[in-house]
């Protein structure tokens, strides 16, 4: 016990990193505010604070990094976060190249940056392997393209 409160910065250090790697799967700067707050309990216990005294920083600046760092964080690094598209939905406007022949009112193959997706034509026409296309419609799985040629 004695050796844990005299390395006690350590654990407050660990649990700074841990809430970083977190934060890299949420990315709404919420866990970063709690890896803030243990940043600064670590200094504090370096410093010789007690462990209440770790505490209570740890909660102040967690609490003080909520209400200003991530406002901050939030404004200017996700300055359009209404518009910013995400996984299948950034595909729309995306060029491709036809993989696979797309049949006339049937379907085929399309590769956008290594991923192949099943597609068909905008307008019902056949159109050819090797093709330019641009994405114009998504559902679910399957892409609608118009051939840019």
């Known amino acids: 016990m004695e050796f844990l409160s005299q390395h006690l910065w350590q654990m407050w250090a660990v649990v700074a990193v841990l809430c970083l790697i977190l934060e890299l799967t949420a990315g709404d700067f919420f866990i970063l505010c709690f890896s803030i707050g243990a940043a600064v309990a670590a200094l504090s216990a370096v410093f010789g604070f007690g462990f209440y005294w770790q505490l209570g920083v740890f ?6 990094s909520i209400f200003f760092v991530r406002p901050f964080a939030l404004r200017y690094l996700h300055r359009s976060d209404e518009h910013r598209v995400s996984n299948a939905d950034a595909l729309l406007g995306r060029e491709g190249r036809v993989r696979e022949a797309i049949e006339a009112g049937g379907f085929g193959r399309v590769a956008i940056d290594g991923d192949v997706w099943k597609a068909k034509s905008a307008d019902g026409r056949a159109v050819e392997a090797g093709s330019n296309v641009k994405v114009v419609k998504r559902e679910s799985t399957i892409i609608t393209v118009e051939s840019m040629n």
Do not use: D
């Not at 909660?59 to 003080?64: E, G, Y």
């Open 59 to 64: 909660a102040l600046f967690t609490t003080l």
